[in-house]
């Protein structure tokens, strides 16, 4: 994808594990690849691989660099963003102590005040490794938790189908992609979750709260999260009440103004349209 939307960054692999579980995947989602339900993604040669820095360093230590030489040339405080299990950043925390003074925040895409996604009551991104996202509860640094009660709100209508088609450039195979990958989703959510106006668009919401984070409402309460084995497993525990005796120490987003959500996301697919690989004609 970052391939096919024309962006130049640099990509380390992150872990290839979580800390204690077996890896698992949301292939039932998701599919084999991850990204099934289109032919259009761009194959990637090693070369581009190679420019992107794959397989050169690993994530966590890439993080921890980076992080320190931005304090010690700008002074300045970064942000964390995970959209996954917190494998990365968990090691980054325990591995690097003393990038944790130049972390701002973390803001990351898991949990869930009410019910999950992939047991009763775990979130996917969090069951896959409860140890790291525990980890991070635990570490002092600031938190935003964006569960899925909120991305459950920042649903992909026909009305966003039809938007991407409209707003893109006419024929556009970059714009055909999306639509492909985002009805591949409707299918899934729809068949596994019956969800029947349109998938939710989850992790581009942790983005949009660094953008506008006056799109959200919320609010810091004590969460913990379930370690090891058994039914909740991976489960957030999140104060609503503020009974624990433990301080708070997540603000948790409970509510996205979903209207300004797509505002932000339809823009973006606009500039990646405009710089897409995928709309070079040869």
């Known amino acids: 994808m970052v391939k096919a939307a024309g962006l130049s960054c640099d990509i380390f692999p992150g872990a290839n594990e979580p800390i204690l579980k077996a890896p698992i995947v949301a292939d039932d989602i998701h599919g084999a690849t991850g990204l099934d339900g289109t032919d259009l993604l761009p194959d990637l040669d090693p070369n581009y691989l190679d420019t992107c820095g794959v397989g050169t360093c690993r994530g966590v230590s890439q993080m921890a660099a980076t992080i320190s030489k931005h304090w010690e040339t700008r002074k300045e405080m ?74 459950h709100k920042a649903i992909v209508t026909v009305d966003i189908i039809l938007s991407i088609r409209h707003q893109l450039t006419p024929c556009s195979r970059f714009a055909q992609l999306l639509v492909d990958l985002l009805l591949f989703f409707e299918h899934t959510y729809r068949d596994v979750f019956g969800f029947l106006q349109g998938p939710p668009l989850h992790d581009p919401c942790t983005l949009a709260y660094i953008i506008r984070p006056e799109l959200f409402k919320g609010r810091f309460m004590r969460v913990d999260v379930v370690t090891g084995d058994g039914p909740a497993s991976g489960q957030t525990i999140c104060d609503i009440y503020g009974r624990s005796p433990l301080p708070p120490n997540c603000f948790v987003t409970t509510d996205i103004d979903a209207e300004g959500f797509f505002e932000i996301m339809l823009d973006a697919w606009k500039r990646a349209d405009e710089a897409s690989i995928l709309n070079v004609r040869k």
């Open 78 to 151: 970064v942000t964390l963003v995970a959209t996954g299990p917190l494998t990365n950043v968990a090691l980054l925390l325990k591995t690097y102590p003393t990038c944790v003074h130049a972390i701002k925040e973390i803001v990351f895409m898991g949990g869930a005040l009410a019910s999950g996604n992939h047991t009763p009551v775990a979130e996917f991104n969090i069951f896959v490794d409860p140890e790291a996202a525990q980890i991070c509860m635990q570490s002092g640094v600031p938190l935003v938790m964006v569960p899925l009660d909120v991305t």
